[in-house]
């Protein structure tokens, strides 16, 4: 039972120190909507999706109004649209992310995921239409987010989709110049790409999920960053175990939620993903986190080893409070989304190789970082080779979203609103990876792949 102390505790943690349920999102298995005329495989795609998530934000509204608890977001994540859209005579999917896109309007909620494809092994004739229909499809509709898994532990890393990736990000920069590049702030590119994600731009319905599911994403940099105000000074064990209980009564907060939407909606609930997934909002940043365990700025030497702590004990924390961990579960280092990040990341001391060092230890990868407009597609497809080896042999998530802004140049903000915040735009290294990009194959899968 909880007791009164416990209960202020958590009226403490929402009301001043921004702890919420990120997204419960929807996952929705569209492969009964397969057919070879497009026409007919949209409208069942639409016609499902509404009827499974009708009630969805709803009943998160209900849930936050009885509760007390803040649900941020409703959104719904389906089978890799690449999967689907295979069946149907076309050169083209945008008519599938648009179907998706007025699904999502009709249900209300604010992002749908998974115009995505898996090409960690090769790609098929329709991964190739998926991923060239990326950059009209997301610069037409609103609310459609996408992802491509490059690589995997497993397979080793397909370095033909790296290279088409550089490419299909900078003109989904320039299809959308005038927001700044925003359409890539829709689109991931994974390594080791999870089925159960929550979170967007990269939440997709994996092939080995039910019917349909009810996954939830908790955040609460802010909760931890206060936890550790009490124990400044003291020694690392003490800063592990405050930020493991503190993710373990996070963790339970969402396990509630979870569970309550799961029953109301008649879904099986599926995981909870515990990631501390900042905002721009003061208060409310990993990067704040790490300064208050010593740092004097994010970025400076030791900030890798304070990710790694941070990382470890969150989803130490997460593991104890519910049998139903999944997702990425750890802490995000969104530059965009991040106060903490964007001051660092403007004062010089969080560089692109910081960061990339970092998401060794963290949740992810490089998340939302601008770099210059005439940033070659090359030098973009070498960032996502990188990232992607370090998810490969670390046997991890790793992803890239990158926007080269049109027109910007280094020291540039980058203005996206909401919860996207607003990129400094980071410089690159100027010295070319064309040769190495244009190589093409496919890396082998390391030593670490060899389980059996």
């Known amino acids: 039972m909880l007791n009164q102390h416990e209960i202020m505790q958590t009226i403490q943690m929402i009301d001043q120190q921004h702890l919420d349920v990120r997204t419960i999102t929807m996952g929705v298995s569209l492969l009964s909507c397969a057919h070879s005329d497009v026409k007919t495989a949209c409208t069942k795609i639409y016609d499902k999706i509404t009827r499974y998530a009708e009630h969805l934000v709803s009943t998160g509204e209900a849930i936050e109004k009885e509760f007390g608890i803040p649900i941020v977001n409703k959104r719904i994540s389906v089978t890799p649209v690449a999967l689907v859209a295979a069946a149907s005579e076309t050169d083209s999917y945008v008519p599938f992310a648009q179907a998706l896109d007025r699904a999502a309007k009709t249900c209300g909620v604010n992002f749908i995921g998974g115009f995505s494809a ?3 092994k090769g ?52 299809r959308t110049a005038s927001r700044g590049g925003f359409g890539c702030a829709k689109l991931v590119v994974f390594c080791n790409a999870v089925e159960d994600n929550p979170f967007m731009a990269g939440a997709f319905h994996g092939v080995g999920e039910p019917e349909k599911v009810i996954n939830v994403g908790v955040s609460g940099p802010g909760v931890v960053y206060h936890a550790l105000q ?133 949740s992810v990868g490089l998340d939302m970082i601008a770099v210059p407009g005439d940033t070659p597609a090359e030098t973009i497809s070498a960032i996502i080779a990188d990232e992607a080896a370090i998810g490969m042999v670390n046997a991890k998530t790793t992803a890239v979203r990158i926007i080269p802004a049109p027109g910007c140049t280094v020291g540039d903000m980058v203005e996206f609103g909401g919860l996207l915040g607003a990129a400094p735009v980071q410089p690159v290294h100027p010295f070319s990876a064309k040769e190495f990009v244009e190589r093409g194959g496919r890396i082998p899968a390391p030593m670490q792949s060899l389980k059996n």
């Open 123 to 174: 790609m098929t004739d329709a991964d190739r239409i998926l991923i060239a229909s990326i950059p009209e499809a997301l610069a037409v509709t609103d609310l459609v987010c996408a992802s491509v898994n490059v690589g995997s532990t497993k397979s080793g890393i397909d370095m033909d989709a790296v290279a088409l990736m550089g490419q299909t990000i900078k003109n989904l920069a320039q």
């Open 230 to 362: 009490d124990v400044k000074g003291q020694p690392f064990d003490v800063v592990a175990e405050t930020v493991k209980k503190t993710a373990f009564r996070i963790t339970r907060m969402g396990q509630l939620v979870a569970q309550e939407a799961s029953r109301r909606l008649d879904t099986p609930f599926g995981i909870v993903d515990l990631s501390l997934a900042p905002t721009p909002a003061v208060g409310d940043s990993v990067a704040r986190i790490l300064e208050e365990m010593g740092l004097e700025v994010c970025g400076t030497h030791g900030t890798t080893a304070a990710l790694a702590l941070l990382n470890d004990a969150v989803k130490k924390g997460g593991v104890m409070a519910s049998s139903h961990v999944g997702g990425l579960s750890g802490a995000f280092i969104p530059v965009s989304e991040d106060e903490g990040m964007i001051a660092a990341a403007r004062s010089g001391a969080l560089t692109l190789d910081k960061l990339e060092a970092m998401t060794c230890v963290c």
């Open 118 to 120: 898996l090409v960690q």
